[in-house]
């Protein structure tokens, strides 16, 4: 008797034990995608759907197109988006006003209109320049974009950049195409930096560096910046490199030539 009551047991405890594994099993077959991971593009739409109000994300191009640019150019940033999707590098949510400090009508004193920079590609056109904010996580300071979408943007890691901060200094290179100097500024240290680009095939090629003092007491780098360069011939320029300033008030600088490759 006691045999047959602890084999009826055992079986009893069998058929819970597998009852409740069946269930389980159904459970997890009934919502197969409860774990699945979200891809780039949902979870930026995951993204505006639970942002603030008063708030875009920083990749919203219809808000930089109609409320920034004011229709003037229409920007394509798809392929910065590829960039960053592959990067996982998802946009940022900003407040509407601190957006606005972008747009073109915003701060003329801080020149975040267009600038002008002449023919930079060699398609008989005039390019300008202008200024936008990171537009993912991962981009750590603002970037210099331009009125022609096949010119790439150039990227910074300074949040101190202006639209009158990029000069152009002519052809050197007599390709077609201007080559443009970056005034490059940390905020607040005296070290700037002023770098020469030449475009190449749609790519920004660096051509030098050169440190620029910023207390120097002679040149200001945006006023005077037509004083520090001068083409000698076809692919060959001078540039004036500003390093220090001595305690005896004896400013450290060169002129130094410069060969495009």
Known sequence: MSNNITTLMRN??????????????NEVEE???????????????????????????????????DSILKGKFK???????LENS???????????????????????????????????NGDGKNDSVFILPGLGWCEEGQSYYFTNNKIPRIQTESN????????????IDEDGGNEIAEY????????????????????????????FYYNNGKYEAIKDFHKLHKKISKNKFKFLEISDKLANGKI??????????
């Open 160 to 171: 101190c950049c202006h639209a009158e901060s990029i000069f152009s200094i002519g052809d």
């Open 31 to 65: 919502k197969p995608n409860s774990h699945k991971k979200l891809s780039y593009q949902e979870e930026i739409e995951k993204l505006k759907i639970s942002k603030p109000k008063n708030t875009i994300l920083s990749n919203d191009i219809k808000f930089i197109n």
């Open 12 to 25: 009893l405890i069998f058929l819970i034990v597998f009852f409740n594994l069946l269930a389980c099993k």
């Open 184 to 211: 490059y500024s940390s905020c607040a240290s005296n070290f700037k930096s002023i770098q020469i680009w030449t475009l190449k095939k749609n790519k920004w090629k660096l051509v030098d560096n050169f440190t």
């Open 86 to 120: 592959k990067k996982g590098c998802f946009p940022t949510i900003l407040k509407k006003e601190e957006f606005y400090e972008y747009s073109l009508e915003a701060d003329r004193t801080n020149a975040k209109e267009f600038k002008n920079l002449g023919d930079l």
């Open 75 to 81: 920007l394509d940033i798809s392929r910065y988006e």
């Open 252 to 261: 450290v600088m060169e002129w130094k030539t410069v060969t495009m490759r």
